[in-house]
Protein backbone atom coordinates (compact mmCIF):
# COMPACT_ATOMS: atom_id res chain seq x y z
CA UNK A 1 0.00 0.00 0.00
CA UNK A 2 2.47 2.19 0.88
CA UNK A 3 4.66 1.43 -2.28
CA UNK A 4 1.67 2.30 -4.54
CA UNK A 5 0.89 5.79 -2.48
CA UNK A 6 4.81 6.67 -2.81
CA UNK A 7 4.73 5.26 -6.74
CA UNK A 8 1.42 7.80 -7.29
CA UNK A 9 3.17 10.69 -5.72
CA UNK A 10 6.15 10.02 -7.67
CA UNK A 11 4.18 9.59 -11.32
CA UNK A 12 2.37 13.01 -9.92
CA UNK A 13 5.38 15.09 -8.99
CA UNK A 14 6.97 13.94 -12.21
CA UNK A 15 3.92 14.83 -14.80
CA UNK A 16 3.97 18.45 -12.88
CA UNK A 17 8.02 18.28 -13.50
CA UNK A 18 7.41 17.80 -16.85
CA UNK A 19 4.44 20.43 -17.86
CA UNK A 20 6.00 23.38 -15.70
CA UNK A 21 9.34 21.89 -17.77
CA UNK A 22 7.58 22.55 -21.32
CA UNK A 23 5.46 25.38 -20.20
CA UNK A 24 8.37 27.27 -20.30
CA UNK A 25 10.36 25.36 -23.06
CA UNK A 26 9.47 27.36 -26.33
CA UNK A 27 12.76 28.89 -26.90
CA UNK A 28 12.28 29.75 -30.37
CA UNK A 29 9.48 32.20 -29.84
CA UNK A 30 9.98 33.22 -33.58
CA UNK A 31 8.86 29.90 -35.03
CA UNK A 32 6.33 29.58 -32.85
CA UNK A 33 4.77 33.04 -33.07
CA UNK A 34 4.90 32.33 -36.97
CA UNK A 35 3.15 29.10 -36.60
CA UNK A 36 0.45 31.02 -35.10
CA UNK A 37 0.52 33.59 -37.53
CA UNK A 38 0.35 30.65 -40.08
CA UNK A 39 -2.95 29.77 -38.39
CA UNK A 40 -4.07 33.14 -37.71
CA UNK A 41 -3.56 34.17 -42.13
CA UNK A 42 -5.62 30.94 -42.66
CA UNK A 43 -8.30 31.94 -40.88
CA UNK A 44 -8.13 35.37 -42.87
CA UNK A 45 -8.02 33.47 -46.02
CA UNK A 46 -11.60 31.29 -45.62
CA UNK A 47 -13.34 34.58 -44.06
CA UNK A 48 -16.18 35.22 -46.36
CA UNK A 49 -18.09 38.60 -46.87
CA UNK A 50 -20.39 39.61 -44.42
CA UNK A 51 -22.78 42.42 -44.64
CA UNK A 52 -22.69 45.58 -42.37
CA UNK A 53 -24.02 45.15 -39.01
CA UNK A 54 -26.98 46.89 -38.26
CA UNK A 55 -26.85 48.02 -35.01
CA UNK A 56 -30.82 50.14 -35.73
CA UNK A 57 -32.66 48.49 -32.86
CA UNK A 58 -34.72 51.16 -30.82
CA UNK A 59 -36.94 53.39 -32.35
CA UNK A 60 -37.59 56.86 -31.65
CA UNK A 61 -40.71 58.53 -30.63
CA UNK A 62 -41.68 58.76 -34.75
CA UNK A 63 -41.23 55.23 -35.20
CA UNK A 64 -37.61 55.60 -37.17
CA UNK A 65 -35.21 53.13 -36.26
CA UNK A 66 -32.07 54.47 -33.64
CA UNK A 67 -28.59 53.24 -33.73
CA UNK A 68 -25.80 52.39 -36.07
CA UNK A 69 -24.89 50.60 -38.98
CA UNK A 70 -21.29 49.07 -38.59
CA UNK A 71 -19.25 47.57 -41.64
CA UNK A 72 -18.04 44.09 -40.47
CA UNK A 73 -14.28 44.54 -41.33
CA UNK A 74 -14.03 47.14 -38.57
CA UNK A 75 -16.25 45.46 -36.05
CA UNK A 76 -15.60 44.33 -32.98
CA UNK A 77 -17.40 40.90 -33.91
CA UNK A 78 -14.99 40.32 -36.67
CA UNK A 79 -11.84 40.38 -34.25
CA UNK A 80 -13.43 38.46 -31.99
CA UNK A 81 -14.48 35.72 -35.22
CA UNK A 82 -10.60 35.91 -36.19
CA UNK A 83 -9.40 35.13 -32.61
CA UNK A 84 -11.79 33.13 -31.15
CA UNK A 85 -10.62 29.52 -30.57
CA UNK A 86 -7.34 30.33 -32.25
CA UNK A 87 -5.52 28.81 -29.47
CA UNK A 88 -7.66 26.00 -29.24
CA UNK A 89 -6.20 24.98 -33.21
CA UNK A 90 -2.72 25.38 -32.11
CA UNK A 91 -3.36 22.18 -30.37
CA UNK A 92 -3.10 20.39 -34.41
CA UNK A 93 0.41 21.48 -34.61
CA UNK A 94 3.38 19.39 -32.41
CA UNK A 95 7.55 20.45 -32.71
CA UNK A 96 8.92 17.76 -35.68
CA UNK A 97 12.23 17.37 -35.82
CA UNK A 98 13.80 18.17 -39.29
CA UNK A 99 17.62 17.32 -38.56
CA UNK A 100 19.66 17.36 -35.55
CA UNK A 101 19.54 20.83 -35.30
CA UNK A 102 16.55 21.92 -36.67
CA UNK A 103 12.74 21.88 -34.92
CA UNK A 104 10.00 23.07 -36.87
CA UNK A 105 6.22 23.22 -35.54
CA UNK A 106 3.87 21.32 -38.06
CA UNK A 107 0.50 21.09 -38.53
CA UNK A 108 -0.94 17.15 -37.67
CA UNK A 109 -3.77 16.04 -39.96
CA UNK A 110 -4.11 12.63 -37.99
CA UNK A 111 -2.62 11.69 -34.65
CA UNK A 112 -2.16 8.27 -35.63
CA UNK A 113 -0.15 8.75 -38.01
CA UNK A 114 2.54 10.72 -35.99
CA UNK A 115 5.64 8.65 -35.99
CA UNK A 116 7.46 10.03 -33.13
CA UNK A 117 6.74 9.93 -29.24
CA UNK A 118 2.51 10.55 -29.26
CA UNK A 119 2.60 11.76 -25.55
CA UNK A 120 5.97 13.95 -25.85
CA UNK A 121 4.02 15.40 -29.87
CA UNK A 122 0.65 16.04 -27.55
CA UNK A 123 2.37 17.66 -24.81
CA UNK A 124 4.24 20.13 -27.76
CA UNK A 125 0.66 20.75 -28.87
CA UNK A 126 -0.25 21.51 -25.81
CA UNK A 127 2.43 23.81 -24.85
CA UNK A 128 2.01 25.96 -28.17
CA UNK A 129 -2.01 26.49 -27.80
CA UNK A 130 -0.38 28.05 -24.45
CA UNK A 131 2.08 29.73 -25.94
CA UNK A 132 -0.95 31.36 -28.34
CA UNK A 133 -2.44 32.58 -25.58
CA UNK A 134 0.13 34.42 -23.57
CA UNK A 135 1.16 35.96 -27.25
CA UNK A 136 -2.36 37.13 -27.61
CA UNK A 137 -2.90 38.00 -24.25
CA UNK A 138 0.20 40.61 -24.76
CA UNK A 139 -0.46 42.25 -28.12
CA UNK A 140 -4.76 42.17 -27.93
CA UNK A 141 -5.40 45.26 -28.37
CA UNK A 142 -2.63 46.16 -30.76
CA UNK A 143 -3.61 43.55 -32.62
CA UNK A 144 -7.46 43.88 -32.60
CA UNK A 145 -6.85 47.57 -33.50
CA UNK A 146 -5.20 46.66 -36.52
CA UNK A 147 -7.22 44.19 -37.89
CA UNK A 148 -10.21 46.93 -37.19
CA UNK A 149 -8.01 49.01 -39.37
CA UNK A 150 -7.37 46.10 -42.30
CA UNK A 151 -3.82 46.25 -41.42
CA UNK A 152 -3.48 42.76 -41.16
CA UNK A 153 -3.53 41.26 -44.18
CA UNK A 154 -3.20 37.66 -45.82
CA UNK A 155 0.94 37.63 -46.93
CA UNK A 156 1.63 40.27 -43.79
CA UNK A 157 0.37 38.29 -40.53
CA UNK A 158 3.63 37.18 -39.44
CA UNK A 159 5.40 40.25 -40.34
CA UNK A 160 2.65 42.09 -38.05
CA UNK A 161 2.28 39.91 -34.91
CA UNK A 162 6.02 38.39 -34.78
CA UNK A 163 8.15 41.53 -35.92
CA UNK A 164 5.91 44.65 -35.07
CA UNK A 165 3.83 43.61 -32.29
CA UNK A 166 5.39 40.91 -29.84
CA UNK A 167 8.99 41.14 -31.74
CA UNK A 168 9.49 37.72 -31.25
CA UNK A 169 11.08 37.86 -34.60
CA UNK A 170 13.73 40.44 -35.03
CA UNK A 171 17.17 40.21 -37.00
CA UNK A 172 18.62 38.74 -33.95
CA UNK A 173 16.09 35.75 -32.73
CA UNK A 174 14.87 35.07 -36.87
CA UNK A 175 16.20 32.16 -37.48
CA UNK A 176 16.56 31.65 -41.76
CA UNK A 177 12.75 32.58 -42.31
CA UNK A 178 13.20 31.83 -46.17
CA UNK A 179 13.93 28.86 -45.78
CA UNK A 180 11.16 27.96 -42.79
CA UNK A 181 9.22 24.38 -43.54
CA UNK A 182 5.55 24.55 -42.71
CA UNK A 183 3.61 21.39 -43.40
CA UNK A 184 1.37 19.07 -42.55
CA UNK A 185 1.68 15.54 -40.96
Known sequence: MAVAVALRRLIF???????LSL???????????NAVAEELELELMK?????????RHRLDSKGQRQGKVIDYKVSELRVVDLLDGLCDKMQDYTLQKVDSTKKIWMKVDDWDNITSNKQESRAYSKEISS??????EETEDELADLIKKGSVKVGEVSKVLCHDLSKHCNSST???????IHGEL
Open 47 to 55: EKPKNHLDM
Open 13 to 19: VTTIFVA
Open 174 to 180: SHDEDDE
Open 23 to 33: AHSIHDKCRAC
Open 131 to 136: YCGRLL
